[in-house]
C-alpha cells in the first residue's frame, strides 16, 4: 500500500471516527461521553498515527528484511509520545477522570488497529 493510498484511506477512517465521536456527543446530550479537550485528542492521536505509519512506512521501503524493527520503532515511539501527552494533559488539565481515560485508549486503540493493520498488508504483500 503505497502512502497516498495509506493517506486516503486514514482520511476516511478519521472523518468516520470523528463523526460517529460528534454524533454520539449529540444523541447524548445530558451524559459526559467526551472529555473536555476531546478534539486536541483525537488530533494528536491522528497526527502521531500518520507520522508513525510513514516512518514504518519508510524503514520497510528501505530495508525490508529489518521492516519488523522499523514497525516496532514506529509503535514504541507512538506509545511513548502518547505517553507523555497523557501526563502533561494530567498535570494541565482539571478534568482527570475515567472520561478522559476511556476517550484517549479507545481512541489510541482504534488508530493502532488501523495502523497495524494497514501495516501487516504491505507485509503480505512482501511475503509473495
Known sequence: ????????????????????????QSVYVD?????????LIF???????????GVADLGIKRNPETGIMAIMGSIAVKMLFSMAFVLIYSIKSKDRGLVFVLDFF???LLFSCFEIHCLLRNLRHQNK
Request: hydrophobic share 70%; aromatic share 24%; net charge positive.
Open 1 to 24: 500500500m503505497t502512502l497516498v493510498r495509506f493517506a486516503i484511506y486514514y482520511l476516511i477512517f478519521t472523518l468516520l471516527l470523528g463523526v460517529i465521536a460528534f454524533a454520539l
Open 31 to 39: 451524559v459526559k461521553i467526551l472529555a473536555d479537550k476531546f478534539w
Open 43 to 53: 488530533g494528536f492521536l491522528a497526527g502521531l498515527t500518520f507520522i508513525a505509519y
Open 106 to 108: 479507545s481512541l489510541y
